[in-house]
T-cell receptor, first 114, second 117 residues
């Protein structure tokens, strides 16, 4: 079974600064997909960024970027120029393909201070 | 983007009664939908995979007779919590994927907060 580990239960960052959230996973597959989801207090799950394992290039979405290290099975999320609205729970997730459910890590609570 | 609508967003029911939660894909077809449960300050745990026109696949430890799933069309899956008890109080979230799209992004409903009193 695939497992996703987020070792940081809580992180704090000052507004405008950069923060990196860690995620590691365990799988024997070579093709898979990795995601970071944001869950604000409303509890609506919002996709932040997606990475296909077959792509060597790290995904980026505006202020959000990932450091995907396939051999190390590591998938960290970097948030640049942090904003107050970035405060939320962040979940790292793994799945094989569209027919499979997402397997989530335990989450990291991000606090953004003024 | 694709939208998944989940209803109701919040429900309070008496112990012993049943509650139905609906999950609809509004602008795409979803042969597969997923139901998750989330306890406070915890992660999303997969309960079952709902397949259109066939029986749902339940995760280990999830009682299929208690959590009834019906996926009668390509746009609707329902989760019925039968004979609810206080320990069933939780946040339930559904997700679905657009079968016509190659990417594997999952779209989530808004979630349902169930409180059993």
């Amino acid at each position: 079974a695939q497992t996703v580990t987020q070792s940081q239960p809580e992180m704090s960052v000052q507004e405008a600064e950069t923060v990196t959230l860690s995620c590691t996973y365990d799988t024997s597959e070579s093709d898979y997909y990795l995601f970071w989801y944001k869950q604000p207090p409303s509890r609506q799950m919002i996709l932040v960024i997606r990475q296909e394992a077959y792509k060597q290039q790290n995904a980026t979405e505006n202020r959000f970027s990932v450091n995907f290290q396939k051999a190390a099975k590591s998938f960290s999320l970097k948030i640049s120029d942090s904003q107050l609205g970035d405060a939320a729970m962040y979940f790292c997730a793994y799945c094989l393909d569209s027919g499979y459910a997402l397997n989530f890590g335990k989450g990291t609570s991000l606090l953004v201070t003024p | 983007g694709a939208v998944v609508s989940q209803h109701p967003s919040r429900v309070i029911c008496k112990s012993g009664t049943s509650v139905k939660i609906e999950c609809r894909s509004l602008d795409f077809q979803a042969t597969t939908m997923f139901w998750y449960r989330q306890f406070p300050k915890q992660s999303l745990m997969l309960m079952a995979t709902s397949n259109e026109g066939s029986k749902a696949t339940y995760e280990q430890g999830v009682e299929k007779d208690k959590f009834l799933i019906n996926h009668a069309s390509l746009t609707l899956s329902t989760l019925t919590v039968t004979s609810a008890h206080p320990e069933d109080s939780s946040f339930y979230i559904c997700s679905a994927r657009d079968v016509s799209r190659a990417n594997t992004e999952a779209f989530f409903g808004q979630g349902t907060r169930l409180t059993v009193v």
